[in-house]
């Protein structure tokens, strides 16, 4: 089993800041890539940025040059670095794993960000 604890969210004015941290625990040797994901309301869950163990990330395009995914091996922690945010991030974010040894998708309980305009 693995556990995913996120933090971070909160309200913000559009044009502020806020960090997302998603610490992992459990059975969590061997997991490659760790991603944040969100679900605006009435609108599907969406990737929003993903961290291989090397570093390599991948962005969707509407947070391209905004967020930034980063990630601490040591620590099991992963971080979503959100600037400039927009009314249209507004959603709950949650932390995603795949571990190497199991066919499903591990969830966070999610983190609300909302974004005022």
């Known amino acids: 089993q693995v556990q995913l604890v996120e933090s971070g969210g909160g309200l913000v004015q559009a044009g502020g800041s806020l960090r997302l941290s998603c610490a992992a625990s459990?059975?969590?040797?061997?997991?490659?890539?760790m991603a944040w994901h969100r679900q605006a309301p009435g609108k599907q869950r969406e990737l929003v940025a993903a961290i291989t163990r090397g570093g390599s990330t991948n962005y969707a395009d509407s947070v391209k040059g905004r967020f930034t995914i980063s990630r601490d091996n040591a620590k099991n922690t992963v971080y979503l670095q959100m600037n400039r945010l927009k009314p249209e991030d507004t959603a709950v974010y949650y932390c995603?794993?795949?571990?190497?040894?199991?066919?499903?998708?591990?969830w966070g309980q999610g983190t609300q960000v909302t974004v005022s305009s």
């Open positions: 459990g059975s969590i040797f061997s997991i490659n890539t």
């Open positions: 995603q794993v795949r571990p190497p040894w199991s066919t499903a998708d591990y």
